[in-house]
């Protein structure tokens, strides 16, 4: 990461830290950072130069994720799902939108979770017919983060011929058509304004599709698993590392004054703390291992990337849960600052692919069978 580089990120975590308790309590979309990401070109930090973006590439936008998962998890999920889209966008989309990604007019984000389907998106229930030089969609999205904020859904669908699994297209927001039936109000990641999206006939141009007919599958095992996946362990090991840090303050700070001692003196509390610290760097270490295995092209690449999401999760969850229980009945107040993390750090487990998913498809690795 370049100097120049570092600045950018630390002015957007430095606004996304000042607003992130705010965003939580009111389940508020993360405006500010995300204006701030603009600003400091992040949300065009994929974008390829000649379009005018930043050109980079999968391990800075980790890199990206990881730190603003310190400050506000529902920013590093806006920013997560938006640099997911845009590799497809990159790949397959119009100059015009890429264009506009690369400036930061534009934040995009994906749309592949259906009711029918539910964790396995794979599979898409949506319909998809030609009319001429259009195509009108019928869908029902479970869930599409940044919904009311997006300019743009890459969204999936039933390929309009054929049996394959599903084709990929890229949907304005202000389709005519389409509906968002609520606004979140979760457990954690509060502000990542994630909504359902109904679309009722909703006419596209036959032009917006990103790929082959039928190549929705390839796309989102080529493309996005492997962008989701390495995002959303960055996001873990960011919340991690703030859970470390700061049941650490307050243990250190917190005294027995009747014995002249602190929470840190206890033997118990320092091995907690060292558990912690150990599962937050094995989780770097493999995140770090399977940019190597991208990069490299390496045989293991695709183990990899399955192993990361799933491991990170269960990682945060062990992680915050001892950073609960360090920090005793302080913990469940706002003050020390674990709470919202233990919260937010959940959602890795429940986003699909899901753990337990991947737990399937790493056994399946491992034995050399198919993974579908």
Partial sequence: ??????????????????????VDRDAAFPA?????????????????KAMGGQGLGLAEAALVVERLARECGSSAMVLCMHYCATAVIEALGAESVRREIAKGDHLTTLAFSEAGSRSQFWASMSSAKVDGDRVRLTARKSWATSAHHAKSYVWSSKPTEGSE??????????????????RFDGLGLRGNDSAPIVAEDASIPLANRLGADGGGFGIMMGTVLPWFNVLTASMSAGAMDTAVARAAKHVSGTRFEHAGSTIADLPTVRAFL????????????????TLAAIAGGRADATLRVLESKAAAGEAAIEVTD??????????????????????????????????DALYDFIGKAVCGLPLF
């Fill in 1 to 22: 990461m370049t100097f120049e580089l570092e600045k950018e990120i630390e002015a957007v975590a430095s606004v996304a830290a000042e607003n992130a308790v705010e």
């Fill in 32 to 48: 500010k950072t995300i204006e701030a990401a603009k600003k400091h070109g992040l949300l065009g930090l994929v974008s390829a």
């Fill in 165 to 182: 699994l599903s084709t990929i297209w890229l949907v304005p927001r202000d389709t005519a058509g389409l509906r968002l039936d609520q």
């Fill in 274 to 289: 060292a558990r912690m610290r150990i599962r937050t760097d094995q989780t770097r270490a493999l995140n770090a291992d």
């Fill in 322 to 355: 001892l950073a609960m229980r360090v920090c005793g009945g302080a913990a469940y107040s706002k003050a020390v600052g674990v709470e919202r993390i233990f919260r937010d750090a959940r959602a890795a487990l429940v986003m699909a692919p899901t753990t």
